[in-house]
């Protein structure tokens, strides 16, 4: 029997970019060898830090409620409010309430955008990314095809063997943009845009009544896979997006998103109708770790300077296996 789908059915039926890459990732192994998405490294002493947390949580009362009582739509709350601490020690001017959790960062994009994007009141509202090349992720999570636009950037030459793509600062957002989006490190190129530049899209947002998200997956303070000290302070009129899963616990779902108090209610809302409540697993691990402020050690003790490594292997690599060829890569910021 053939089913016929409806149209919101039919477009997400279809294998997208993003399912091609999740399908290949489950193939990865000994065999295949992904160059572009993947999971997060398994750094031992990373790994050693979460089976500690997950075995005090076995010998603890408190693994009934999280494996036998939903949270609220929101999450956790005692999670919530060490995030809320945590930020605050950080400067960031959050409370719990404008703290949600959703079941990973892909969930909290697809909420985000079909919240700020698409047709209203007869009008389509369009997703802007200011900067590209930019997540593959982001084109198939709109309902309404055509709801992402974007800018291309421009390019600066660095020595020899490096490029930078930098954020047009000519940029103007036109009357149907809904909210800007752009990812700080950003996935596939490792860009990273200056102070300057997201100051000028939190400015260029504000003046327009639309909210800047910016996906820190990557960013700091955790995981911090950033080459340089730089931070990513939230502020009024953003939207922060964060996960667990670049720390390595991409399988626990859990994603993390600061907003304003009223985007937050809506992102609750979404929350209990399509989740009714995020996993509680992920708050448990992470709670402890945020409150000792251990994350920060092994951020900057262990996954930080794991992967700084492996990008100086891989430029060693390529100057020797490729040294004579015209070739020039990313600037490694991220």
Same mark, same amino acid.
């Given at each position: ?6 149209? #919101? ?10 399912? !091609? /890459? ?34 005090? /949580? ?47 960062? !892909? ?16 009008? %389509?509202?369009? /997703? ?36 930078? #793509? ?6 103007? =957002? ?25 100051? /000028?899209?939190? !400015? ?33 009129? %953003? ?7 670049? =720390? ?8 993390? =998103? ?44 262990? =996954? ?16 020797? #296996? ?13």
């Amino acid at each position: 029997m053939s089913t016929t789908f409806s149209d #919101y059915g039919q477009r997400f039926a279809e294998l997208n970019s993003i399912g !091609q /890459l999740m399908h290949d990732i489950a193939l990865s192994g000994d065999q295949v060898k992904m160059l572009g998405g993947g999971n997060p490294a398994l750094i031992p002493e990373v790994m050693q830090a979460f089976r500690e947390q997950f075995a005090a /949580l076995a010998q603890d009362e408190a693994l009934t409620y999280v494996m036998g009582r939903y949270s609220g739509p929101e999450g956790d709350r005692a999670c919530l409010e060490a995030l809320a601490e945590y930020f605050q020690s950080r400067g960031w001017p959050v409370q719990p309430e404008n703290i949600v959790l959703s079941n990973g960062s !892909q969930n909290a994009f697809f909420c985000l955008f079909n919240l700020l994007c698409g047709p209203r009141q007869g009008a %389509m509202r369009k /997703l802007l990314l200011p900067i590209t090349p930019e997540y593959i992720g982001y084109d198939d999570s709109p309902i309404h095809p055509g709801s992402i636009v974007s800018r291309r950037p421009e390019i600066a030459l660095i020595g020899e063997r490096f490029f930078k #793509y930098r954020l047009d600062l000519d940029l103007h =957002i036109a009357d149907d943009i809904g909210a800007l989006c752009v990812s700080r490190p950003t996935n596939p190129t490792g860009n990273v845009i200056d102070d300057q530049e997201l100051e /000028l899209l939190r !400015q260029s947002a504000a003046a327009k009544g639309i909210p800047l998200i910016v996906d820190n997956a990557y960013g700091a303070p955790f995981p911090n896979i950033m080459a340089e000290d730089i931070e990513t302070p939230w502020q009024p009129g %953003m939207i922060m997006c964060m996960s667990l899963s670049k =720390i390595g616990l991409p399988a626990l779902r859990t994603g993390i =998103i600061v907003a304003d108090v009223e985007i937050a209610d809506a992102l609750r809302s979404m929350n209990a109708t399509m989740n009714l409540a995020p996993s509680n697993l992920g708050p448990a691990i992470i709670t402890p770790l945020l409150r000792s402020r251990k994350i920060d050690a092994l951020c900057e003790q262990h =996954i930080r300077p794991y992967y700084r490594e492996r990008t100086q292997r891989a430029l060693a690599a390529l100057e020797q #296996y490729a040294g004579e060829l015209p070739w020039r890569v990313h600037q490694p910021e991220g």
